[in-house]
């Protein structure tokens, strides 16, 4: 039975005073989209703000794939912000929203980083190896002119994370898991609302950095948050439509633009810069 108690969004506000998303959190209970609603409000001009549904009916994943939405059960917003970030570093938010998640995750759920919750570049959340949450990004661009560089007009950040489901349907139940789902049996449900406000404060504290810090990435040390950027065995999907061949390797580092680097089986080191990353059995 899904967990539709009314989200407390006053609860939610309270807990990001002082952040750019402070009084700009609106709560529905069904949509199709939360990320449709603030790419129209981004369009209409509006800087920043967040939407917190508890049933998205269209809800979309990475490419062409949809995100099973089981109503009350998980957590589904979308987070609009406007840093003043060069358009080249943009898939560094990716990396950094998908930390802030990660990071929340473990603070209020109590799950360890990496060994339970793990990130597999640049935007799934996993956790004891079955995916638990998504996020997608869409952004416009400023055009580039002679004095800077093509910057970030606005982005949209789409996050979804299963938090109390029981059950997936059966395409998805090897593969799919949910926070309750992991923890000791007998756990009760988890409330959205410490959840939903300590992805926006971490959420502000890396949009922050990376508008500060430009092309740095966020630390040195990217494997702290991840298994999957040094020494995993993976097969790398293209897109559909791209002409690039799937290949196979082991992951090597990120270059200094968040991008992943590959060493493919035949000795090349490869910049993976789209298609999707798939583990491969050792």
């Known amino acids: 039975m899904p967990h539709t108690a009314n989200f407390v969004t006053a609860e939610v506000n309270a807990a990001v ?34 939407w917190i549904a508890d049933e998205q009916t269209a809800g979309r994943g990475r490419g062409t794939h949809a995100w099973h939405s089981a109503r009350g059960d998980g957590l589904y917003m979308s ?20 930390i802030a998640v990660q990071s929340a995750i473990a603070s209020t759920a109590g799950f360890r980083i990496p060994d339970e919750i793990d990130i597999r570049w640049p ?23 002679a004095s800077e560089p093509a910057m970030l007009r606005h982005a949209v950040i789409g996050i979804g994370i299963n938090v109390n489901h029981r059950k997936f349907p059966p395409s998805l139940d090897t593969i799919a ?21 300590a ?16 092309k740095q990435a966020p630390g040195a040390d990217t494997s702290r948050y991840s298994s999957w950027i040094e020494g995993k065995r993976v097969r790398i999907e293209p897109r559909a439509g791209d002409t690039t061949v799937a290949y196979t390797g082991t992951t090597a580092g990120l270059d200094s633009q968040g991008f992943l680097r590959v060493l493919d089986d035949a000795g090349q080191l490869r910049t993976v810069l789209s298609g999707g990353l798939r583990e491969l059995d050792n």
């Open 17 to 50: 005073a002082g952040t750019e998303f402070s009084g700009h959190i609106r709560h529905l209970p069904t949509i199709p989209s939360t990320n449709d609603l603030a790419l129209a409000a981004a369009r209409a001009g509006t800087r920043t703000g967040v």
């Open 79 to 98: 987070a609009l912000v406007s840093p003043a970030v060069p358009m080249q570093s943009v898939l560094q938010l990716s990396l950094r929203v998908a």
């Open 123 to 145: 935007n799934d959340l996993l956790l004891n190896g079955r995916k638990c949450g998504g996020i997608l990004i869409d952004t416009a661009a400023r055009a580039a002119s």
């Open 177 to 197: 898991t949910s926070l309750r789902r992991e923890l000791p049996a007998g756990a009760a449900p988890l409330r959205r609302e410490p959840l939903a406000a």
């Open 199 to 214: 992805i926006l404060l971490a959420l502000s504290a890396e949009v922050g950095a990376l508008a500060s810090s430009g």
